[in-house]
């Protein structure tokens, strides 16, 4: 079975700290890794990281695939408060469908 | 620049009762989505369709339906709505690759 499986559950951090989120899969048939961020209401889509395109950086927000090891890292640099947000990972097994994990809550303390 | 719409954004259901809730976008994209997201909880596909009159079953399928008569919309029909049907509710289309949500809908079930 497709699993996706994210840690830490939730972190909490002060302003100005550098937090990075994991996330791992099983995978049957791998195509893609996405990362999103979940404030109030829809996620919006951060990266999506292949084989062809295994890291991606915007800004403080940098993100890797491990393809061999099956996972992906996503990291926030010089973190600020607009940054508290559930990270949600995601992996399209082939099918266009995609399997989400649970997220990591991040907590910014100013 | 619509995107993914999503109708009603709030609704309160008594148990047993029916409700159709609504998706639609405006991206001419073939794939489209409805997934549910219980607190403290990743995103749990229901149904999906990855084109005009074709639809199956997610991860979650149980007390929902889905119909896909145009690329544009996607309804998610509740029959006998169930208390453990209370959540937040997203609808999702995609090219492929990057799934674009709606802005969810809050369901509670009394």
């Known amino acids: 079975e497709d699993k996706v499986v994210q840690s830490p559950l939730s972190l909490v951090v002060h302003e100005g700290d550098t937090v990075t989120l994991n996330c791992s899969y099983e995978?049957?048939?791998?195509?893609?890794l996405l990362w999103y961020k979940q404030e109030k209401k829809a996620p919006t889509f951060l990266f999506m990281l292949?084989?062809?395109?295994i890291e991606k950086k915007s800004g403080r927000l940098s993100s890797i695939l491990d393809k061999k090891e099956l996972f992906s890292i996503l990291n926030i640099t010089a973190t600020q408060t607009g940054d508290s947000a559930i990270y949600l990972c995601?992996?399209?097994?082939?099918?266009?469908?995609?399997?989400f994990g649970t997220g990591t809550r991040l907590t910014i303390i100013p | 620049n619509a995107g993914v719409t999503q109708t009603p954004k709030f609704r309160i259901l008594k148990i047993g009762q029916s409700m159709t809730l609504q998706c639609t976008q405006d991206?001419?994209?073939?794939?489209m989505y409805w997934y549910r997201q219980d607190p403290g909880m990743g995103l749990k596909l229901i149904y999906y369709?990855?084109?005009?009159?074709?639809?199956d079953k997610g991860e979650v399928p149980n007390g929902y339906n889905v119909s896909r008569s145009t690329t544009e919309d996607f309804p998610l029909r509740l029959e006998l709505a169930a208390p453990s049907q209370t959540s937040v509710y997203f609808c999702?289309?995609?090219?492929?690759?990057?799934?674009?949500f709606g802005q969810g809908t809050r369901l509670t079930v009394v």
């Open positions: 995978v049957t048939n791998f195509r893609s």
């Open positions: 292949t084989s062809s395109g």
């Open positions: 991206m001419n994209h073939n794939y």
């Open positions: 999702a289309s995609s090219y492929p690759g990057v799934a674009f």
């Open positions: 369709s990855v084109g005009a009159g074709i639809t």
């Open positions: 995601a992996v399209n097994f082939g099918n266009e469908k995609l399997t």
